[in-house]
Every structure is written in C-alpha cells, then in structure tokens.
C-alpha cells in the first residue's frame, strides 16, 4: 500500500476536524461571553531512511538525512479567553467583566462552575440566578419592593426599596480567575470547570490584584471575527481539496501500476 494514501487520509480528518471547530466559532458568534477556540496541527512520528549526522565515510557525515513523515493530527483546541466587545444593554440584571476573571455559578450537585456570560435574572425568591436557574455565587438575594438594584465595579450590591430610600448594601459580588484560563473545562451552558491545568481558582474583590472591574447594564459580546473565521474556513476548505488530490493522484499511480504489470 503507498504510504501516501494514509498520510493524505490523516490531512483529510485533521481538515475536517478543524472545519468543526471553524464552525462551532461561527455558530456562536452571537453567544454572549463565548470564547472562540483555535485548532492546534502536530506532525506524526517519521520514518527515518537515513539518519542526520549519519558517517557516509570514515571522515565525513551527511548533511541532511531521509525523514518520510507520516501524516498530521489535531492534538487539541486551545480557547482564545481575549476579549470581546462590550454593548450596553440597559438591563440591571446584564453585568460583564472588563479584564481578568469570571463569574462563578453554584451548580446543582454543589460544585462551581466558571462563565463570562453575566446575563443574569430573578428567581421566584429574588435571587439573581442564570438563564438555567443556578444561583451566582456568593448569593445574592433581593429584598421585596426593591425600586432600584446598583452593583457597583467592585461587586458591591445595593439596592433601595419603597420602605427605605437610602441605598443598603445586600452582598459582594466576588470573581474568580486562573493561571491558565486555557485549561478550563468547556462543559456547554457558557460554563467552565476547574481542571488540574487551570489551576485552582483565585477568588477576590473585582478590581483588585488583576481581577477587571464589573460593568452594570452592560454584556460581553462574542470574540469570533466573522471575517477571521470565513478566511478559515476557506483554508481549510483549499487544504482538504489538495488532501484529496493527493489520495486520488496515489490511487491512479497505484492503479497504473496494477495494470501495468
């Protein structure tokens, strides 16, 4: 069998791997707080024919050896936690992070899950909970009656109500950051889960120590360029067609061959 047929056949899974991950970016392009991810192509094991260095005399070495690669594959996909555009949205309950960190979301067996999705709403009780009804954590509850809710860039949470009109503070919004926010756990909903590459969570005030501030009536748009992405694809797509011409040009030289002997 000619080595070729398979190392064209590892560029045509690796494309299509890759075109899934170009079309998971687009189709979220409008996905509040999405990070896009990014393909990463390594080159499989060679096969060495002759090795560089090699003595061709007692006196002399070769320049330059014989290494025939095998082929390619995808051996992961890196999140791009680069920042995207914030809209304002008029919407108290709409809040994102400008800088560093992530909300955190008490999920329900009782483990945190990490967003930047800060599209928030009220439960039944008045606490701020997410699309999917989990509460933020630290929680925060609103009293009845509340006339206005403010949370300030450092998490402070305060609101007035028709029985007091001065403003009292409920609760501190806290975030969280990473080492390698890289390394998080994508588990669908905009969450993330701590994973032994991220690094355990660094907990504190938005603001401080690197932590960015939280912006009120305002929402975190997605980072997909929509032009980077297309260029992509187009790529991708100009790649698996000369993958395929190579598995084709093979097949003929093989079927050549078989009827020429």
Same mark, same amino acid.
């Given at each position: 069998?000619?080595?070729?047929?398979?190392?064209?056949?590892?560029?045509?899974?690796? %494309?299509?791997?890759?075109? #899934? #991950?170009?079309?998971?970016?687009?189709?979220? =392009?409008? #996905?509040?707080?999405?990070?896009?991810?990014?393909?990463?192509?390594?080159?499989?094991?060679? +096969?060495?024919?002759?090795?560089?260095?090699?003595?061709?005399?007692?006196?002399?070495?070769?320049?330059?050896?014989? %290494?025939?690669?095998?082929?390619?594959?995808?051996?992961?996909? %890196?999140?791009?936690?680069?920042?995207?555009?914030?809209?304002?949205?008029?919407?108290?309950?709409?809040?994102? =992070?400008?800088?560093?960190?992530?909300?955190?979301?008490?999920?329900?067996?009782?483990?945190?899950?990490?967003?930047?999705? @800060?599209?928030?709403?009220?439960?039944?009780?008045?606490?701020?909970?997410?699309?999917?009804? $989990?509460?933020?954590?630290?929680?925060?509850?609103?009293?009845?009656?509340? +006339?206005?809710?403010?949370?300030?860039?450092?998490?402070?949470?305060?609101?007035?109500?028709?029985?007091?009109? &001065?403003?009292?503070?409920? @609760?501190?919004?806290?975030?969280?950051?990473?080492?390698?926010? @890289?390394?998080?756990?994508?588990?669908? $909903?905009?969450?993330?889960?701590? &994973?032994?590459?991220?690094?355990?969570?660094? !907990?504190?005030?938005?603001?401080?120590?690197?932590?960015? !501030?939280?912006?009120?009536?305002?929402?975190?748009?997605?980072? =997909?360029?929509?032009?980077?992405?297309?260029? $992509?694809?187009?790529?991708?797509?100009?790649?698996?067609?000369?993958?395929?011409?190579?598995?084709?040009?093979?097949?003929?030289?093989?079927?050549?061959?078989?009827?020429?002997?």
């Amino acid at each position: 069998m000619m080595p070729s047929l398979w190392v064209g056949k590892t560029g045509l899974a690796a %494309q299509d791997m890759n075109l #899934t #991950t170009i079309s998971n970016n687009l189709a979220n =392009v409008s #996905t509040t707080g999405f990070k896009r991810d990014r393909a990463e192509f390594q080159d499989l094991l060679y +096969q060495i024919r002759r090795q560089p260095g090699g003595q061709s005399s007692q006196d002399t070495q070769l320049p330059s050896g014989l %290494q025939l690669g095998t082929g390619v594959r995808i051996v992961g996909t %890196q999140k791009m936690f680069t920042e995207g555009s914030l809209q304002n949205t008029e919407q108290p309950l709409d809040m994102a =992070v400008n800088g560093r960190g992530f909300f955190q979301v008490l999920q329900p067996d009782g483990s945190i899950a990490y967003t930047r999705d @800060g599209t928030f709403h009220l439960d039944s009780n008045g606490q701020i909970v997410t699309s999917q009804g $989990n509460p933020l954590e630290p929680a925060i509850v609103l009293p009845p009656e509340v +006339q206005s809710f403010t949370v300030g860039q450092d998490g402070t949470v305060s609101v007035t109500t028709l029985a007091s009109p &001065t403003p009292q503070v409920i @609760g501190n919004l806290q975030t969280a950051d990473f080492i390698n926010s @890289g390394g998080l756990q994508a588990i669908g $909903n905009n969450l993330f889960l701590e &994973t032994g590459s991220s690094g355990a969570p660094q !907990v504190g005030t938005p603001g401080l120590n690197g932590l960015g !501030v939280i912006l009120q009536n305002t929402l975190e748009n997605s980072n =997909v360029s929509v032009v980077e992405e297309l260029v $992509n694809m187009i790529t991708t797509q100009r790649a698996y067609e000369m993958n395929s011409k190579v598995i084709s040009t093979a097949d003929q030289m093989l079927g050549f061959v078989t009827q020429n002997l």
